[in-house]
């Protein structure tokens, strides 16, 4: 099946700065959306974007199909950041059946 | 107010006992699913459901059970089959593939 990598595994920043997380996968996708998972466990949808780039205030995402890989920006970070960023994909083969990096992990202090 | 309710949200389970764990959605949603997410790890698809008294197994679906007899609950039930149910467990749902798909607040199971 296809396989999903997200870099770096862990981040420390102070805040203010800005941050790039990347997700990698190995197969053509037309599913690709980023997720924050708050301390409480919450999950919530940052970007649905199988291609392309979008923003949303701090947050931007860039998704390029053909070389398979996504990239999320935070700009301005605040601690309020801080939790776990998972990239989730589904093959083109598969859309219903989304499948999870195993996340990057950030931490913004003040 | 819209959204996905998952019950209980902590859970403890004896040996040999079968749980069930809770997901009601009110979003209208066709697709809805169960992932399991254990301690500094990713979510793993345990079933998913894409209309009623349909659904597919996942790649954990071992030791689990699932029904959808109405469009709004996908019940999970952790059976005594799975030998190592202590985990978190998500419960989402999204109108179709090409939209963003949304979870609920997660039931901590947990083994006494």
């Known amino acids: 099946g296809i396989q999903v990598e997200q870099s770096p595994p862990d981040l420390i920043l102070q805040e203010g700065a800005n941050s790039t997380l990347r997700c990698n996968f190995s197969d053509s996708v037309n599913n690709l959306q980023w997720f924050h998972q708050n301390p409480w466990g919450q999950l919530i949808n940052l970007f649905y974007i199988p291609s392309g780039t979008k923003q949303n205030g701090r947050l931007s995402a860039t998704t390029v199909a053909t070389e398979r890989y996504s990239l999320l920006y935070i700009s301005s970070s605040q601690t309020t950041d801080s939790g776990v960023y998972f990239c989730?994909?589904?093959?083109?083969?598969?859309?219903?059946?989304?499948?999870f990096g195993t996340g990057t992990r950030l931490q913004v202090f003040p | 107010d819209g959204g996905i309710t998952q019950s209980p949200k902590y859970l403890f389970r004896k040996e040999g006992q079968n749980v069930t764990l809770s997901c009601e959605q009110n979003l209208n949603h066709d697709a809805m699913y169960w992932y399991r997410q254990d301690p500094g790890q990713g979510l793993r698809l345990i079933y998913y459901?894409?209309?009623?008294?349909?659904?597919q197994k996942g790649d954990i679906a071992e030791g689990y059970s699932v029904s959808r007899e109405k469009k709004e609950s996908f019940p999970l039930t952790v059976t005594s089959a799975q030998k190592n149910p202590t985990a978190f467990y998500l419960c989402a749902s999204v109108r179709d593939s090409s939209e963003k798909l949304f979870f609920g607040s997660g039931t901590q199971l947990s083994v006494l």
């Open positions: 989730a994909v589904g093959s083109s083969y598969n859309t219903d059946k989304l499948i």
């Open positions: 459901s894409q209309i009623v008294n349909d659904f």
